[in-house]
């Protein structure tokens, strides 16, 4: 069961048999009585207590001072039970400000670089937590939390609060924090509630033109320089929230002022033809990737294997991404059972030249890192580069060879690149 709501209560979260690692909120209004918090969980007898104690004191903060609120649990963690009690709070038309941040983990807190390998990216829907946890244990270079295509119209406000608390509270174990916002001004809706937040990576999907990237960059910086930090209580103990109701760790407030990259999606033949427009819109962009479902729609063809259809779109997101000094990504797999056909379109993208590529699957993952590895003989020819480079700097010469070739500077840069994954991959 999806979420619903009433005239004067709501709901937020999914209930049922198949239901696990999530909850379902149930908010009714009083006025009076304070806030009662009915528990029903398989761990009532180990949780209850504390669940209904961090519960009422939310509803509190957030500015709902008496009501009663019912919780089905079918193993939710607190940040997603939060969560669903924040969402079902905004449906019921209460003002809760910011909302309720829960406390930022340490664990939550590392940073991502520019140069960093990007060869997978795990996506996982934005209003599914029971995917989220587990995500980094897969060795993904990247999670992606899904705000727009797997995410259904009803539950976009619900997403965005998941995945605000998600960034805040999990260990993703060295993974690339990346969010896929939607289109337009919910995309820049979607930025408000996770800009602050830890994010490392923004993806925005269907761009056609420099100025989409331009007005998601802004929006990143006006909510960075909104996001401040609350501590939940004063020295005395006393309660010390701010009238809009956000409460957060000072210690640990997300992303603050930090860069939030960018890696623009091209979906479209107008996205494709402005490619390089599109990748040299922001110096916050690190990648271009491409979606080959609605760009096979878009230029009415049906997509095969072979690729054909999008040979040229592709080669126009490779060119463009090294024009303008970024990486290019490649689109996902889709048949998450063909590990031979993934392997194949893998090894492929990487002939085009592109360095990484989407995941619908953890299962894929393995496969598309080893096939992105550097042959032996690529390995070798690198590291031949690489020493001949180090040889000629420690000289003093401005021109590198090998043998009787000239090498020029991006051929050892991209040698550098292949010595370094291969290290990182444990094949050196």
Known sequence: MTTAQTTNSAHAGLRGPDVRSDCCVHVTPADSGGVTVTFKSKVESMYGDATRAFVAEATVAMGLAHARIEIEDAGALPFVILARLETALRRLGQNVGDGYWPDASPASQYETTRERFRRSRLYLPGNAPKFMPSAGLHGPDAVILDLEDSVAPTEKDAARILVRNALRVLDFKGAERMVRINQGEM????????AAHNVHLILIPKVESPEQVREVDQRIQETQSRAACFSPRDSSGTDSLPENGK??????????????????????A?????????????PNIVALTIGLEDYTADIGAARTAEGRESFWARSQVVNAARAAGVAPIDTVFSDVADMEGLRASVIEAKSLGFEGKGCIHPRQIQTIHQA??????????AKRIVEAFEQARSKGLSVVSLGTKM?????????????????AMGTD
Do not use: N
Request: aromatic content about 6%; glycine content about 6%; overall charge negative.
């Open 407 to 423: 090498i020029d500077p991006p051929v050892v840069k991209r040698a550098q690149r292949i010595v370094k994954l291969a290290a």
């Open 372 to 381: 992105f590895a550097p042959t032996p003989d690529e390995l070798d020819k």
């Open 187 to 194: 995309g820049l809706t979607d930025l408000d509630f996770v």
């Open 270 to 282: 107008l996205g494709a033809i402005r490619a390089y427009e599109i990748a040299t819109a922001s």
């Open 247 to 268: 409460i957060a760790q000072a210690k640990a407030c997300g992303s603050g002022e930090r860069t939030i990259f960018l890696m623009p999606i091209i979906e479209s």
